[in-house]
């Protein structure tokens, strides 16, 4: 079955960027027409987004301004998929960005195939953050591991048994299966090698 060609709008005041994208969707069959959108232009006016199925919007400072519109679009025309492209100081906002309800997150400096990844993943009404955002959210989740599954992952990494590690810790071989899941479930993994592997990977043993 084809796909229904889709509509683009980029919302933001950064002429380079805008551009860029704009060069970069164009490559893709799947999309239309791609227009183009000063967010300091009449911010309030949100019928300038009613025909198109994706808006790209920069989210510029204040965060707050940025967010307010967003939740306004999304509450006007929820069918309506949105991705955010966050610039500097993207750190300090993303939490804040997630929480307004966008689904879908990347940077002005994303590549070309993270962005046409967030495009589709927003027309599946999916989740999709790039890489480094996701790999920032996924540290930071990993800074809120308790004292115990610090030990729990470090004697892991060292090839100790459950048993083994009940005994060092003197505590029941049932909390060291619940350690482990705490830790499989914030880091995303299924298996003790995975959950190892992630760890070297992201500098935590």
């Keep these: 079955m084809k796909e229904n060609p889709k509509k683009v709008i980029i919302v933001g005041n950064d002429e380079i960027n805008m551009k860029r994208l704009k060069k970069s969707l164009g490559k ?8 183009d959108i000063d967010i300091d232009d009449e911010p309030d006016n949100l019928n300038r987004f009613c025909n198109c199925d994706i808006i790209l919007f920069e989210i510029l400072n204040p965060i707050s301004k940025s967010i307010k519109i967003i939740k306004k679009t999304m509450k006007k025309f929820p069918d309506i998929n949105i991705v955010a492209i966050m610039n500097k100081n993207w750190e300090l906002n993303i939490l804040q960005i997630t929480k307004s309800g966008v689904k879908v997150v990347i940077l002005e400096q994303s590549k070309n195939t993270e962005i046409k990844s967030a495009i589709k993943a927003a027309l599946c009404n999916k989740q999709y953050f790039c890489e480094d955002i996701m790999n920032f959210l996924i540290f930071n989740s990993c800074n809120k591991f308790t004292k115990t599954e610090k030990l729990v992952l470090n004697l892991i990494s060292k090839g100790y048994s459950n048993q083994e590690i009940a005994e060092e810790l003197s505590v029941t071989t049932s909390d060291v299966y619940t350690h482990k899941h705490n830790l499989h479930d914030k880091t995303g993994t299924k298996t003790d090698v995975e ?4 760890s070297i990977k992201y500098y935590m043993l």
């Design 28 to 35: 893709y069959k799947f999309i239309e027409k791609i227009s």
């Design 195 to 198: 959950l190892v592997n992630f």
